[in-house]
């Protein structure tokens, strides 16, 4: 079955500083990334996704990009800012007719924003 | 306001005392779904519902057991609870249209100890 890795585990920035938290799947047949971002006791909400027919997906100060050949994706998020740290996962699925579409996560990135 | 309401937030038991952690959502969603949060293991899925009536395991349904009487409730039962399913718990709902599952609404999580 899918399995997702997620990397690395805790990252700390500086306030305005660039973090990036990369995600390696192993199911080619995976068509679907989410990332969810988790705040502190709260469940995650969906920040941005990305269909295996597009390499790069932007939202304002955010993005993902997408390696199919590699099978990796990775969160971009720029400028960051204090509001910005939580927890953030990554999930990888296969989408359509047929399947669940069942959700795989990875293990989680603690990113922590330093004023 | 659109949401999913998970009952008790917070619960300590003892070894073998059955319990039932509550799920409701208020947003008409075919899909619902258990997972647990642990350190470094991320979320992983426990059961899941497509639609009333409609429920299959997920990765770790071990211990656990789910009913899906009704669209809006997903209860998630633990029969005879173990110190090992202690764990964060998120209850989450989806509207799959015709790629499944859409984008997952989390509630905010029960924090079980089993002692």
């Known amino acids: 079955g899918e399995n997702v890795e997620q990397h690395p585990s805790t990252l700390s920035v500086q306030e305005g500083d660039s973090a990036v938290i990369k995600c390696t799947y192993s199911?080619?047949?995976?068509?679907?990334f989410p990332w969810y971002k988790q705040e502190l006791g709260k469940g995650p909400q969906l920040i941005i996704d990305i269909r295996s027919n597009v390499g790069e997906k932007k939202d304002q100060r955010i993005a993902v990009t997408l390696n199919k050949t590699a099978k990796h994706f990775s969160l971009h998020i720029t400028e960051t800012q204090p509001e910005d740290s939580a927890v953030y996962f990554c999930?990888?699925?296969?989408?359509?007719?047929?399947?669940?579409?069942?959700?795989?996560f990875g293990q989680g990135t603690t990113l922590q924003v330093k004023p | 306001e659109a949401q999913v309401t998970q009952n008790p937030r917070y619960l300590i038991t003892v070894t073998g005392k059955k319990l039932t952690v509550t799920c409701s959502q208020n947003?008409?969603?075919?899909?619902m779904s258990w997972y647990r949060q642990d350190p470094g293991l991320g979320l992983r899925q426990i059961y899941y519902s497509m639609n009333v009536e409609v429920t299959d395991k997920g990765d770790v349904p071990e211990g656990y057991k789910v009913s899906r009487k009704e669209k809006r409730n997903f209860p998630l039962i633990l029969e005879s609870p173990s110190p090992n399913q202690t764990s964060l718990y998120f209850c989450a709902s989806s509207f799959p249209g015709t790629l499944q599952p859409g984008e997952l609404f989390f509630g905010e999580g029960s924090r079980l100890t089993v002692l």
């Open positions: 947003m008409n969603h075919e899909y």
């Open positions: 999930a990888a699925s296969k989408r359509g007719s047929g399947n669940t579409g069942k959700l795989i």
């Open positions: 199911d080619s047949a995976s068509n679907y």
